[in-house]
């Protein structure tokens, strides 16, 4: 059973750019769900996949966007990159929906800079 | 809204010694309750949660933490530290029917000789 993967591990972006993050879920796993950490804070929920269909989304801007595929794989995107955005970005899957108790198993992040 | 608040930024302690990390969460629904554990460049590991009935849940490292409603708390404890617990320590909150993890701000732990 392989667990979580996301990719890549480490990125450097300028302002303005575009930048597409990939997570594979861990087998058997149909949900899939993205979180910001800045550095120093908690992680910060920005949306969540189910199915392939956008299934809850928490306070960030349009630029942020996503993509679920028929295999459960996922892709974050953020267009027009600004400082804030530097953080480590952190893909998460469970089986179910909000509905379900299923626990989330965190892959080890991408580390995203924007200069 | 529900929030959770982490009232300790770090936790300096010895090897052996006994550790409490304190979380507190504000929410107007049932909530399920969690801790994560996050060891330095890795991502978030699930160490225990609350999801219903007895209000102590136990890992399978000695944590430990019980839910208090009353008091809108759910502490984590453990008797004697390692070394090897030295990480960052998150608790976080999910409403019943909420697709979204809540986090607190988290808690380093630093385990000393």
Known sequence: ??????????????????????????????????YQQALGQGPQFIFQYYREEENGRGNFPPRFSGLQFPNYSSELNVNALELDDSALYLCASSSGTSGSTGELFFGEGSRLTVL | AQS????????????EAPVELRCNYSSSVSVYLFWYVQYPNQGLQLLLKYLSGSTLVESINGFEAEFNKSQTSFH????SVHIS???????????????????GTGTRLQVTL
């Open chain 1, 1 to 34: 059973e392989t667990g979580v993967t996301q990719s890549p591990t480490h990125l450097i972006k300028t302002r303005g750019q575009q930048v597409t993050l990939r997570c594979s879920s861990q087998s058997g796993h149909n949900t899939v769900s993205w």
């Open chain 2, 85 to 103: 617990d030295t990480a960052e320590y998150f608790c976080a909150v999910r409403s019943r029917g909420a697709s979204k993890l809540t986090f």
């Open chain 2, 76 to 79: 984590l404890r453990k008797p």
């Open chain 2, 4 to 15: 959770v608040t982490q009232l300790d930024s770090q936790v300096p302690v010895f090897e």
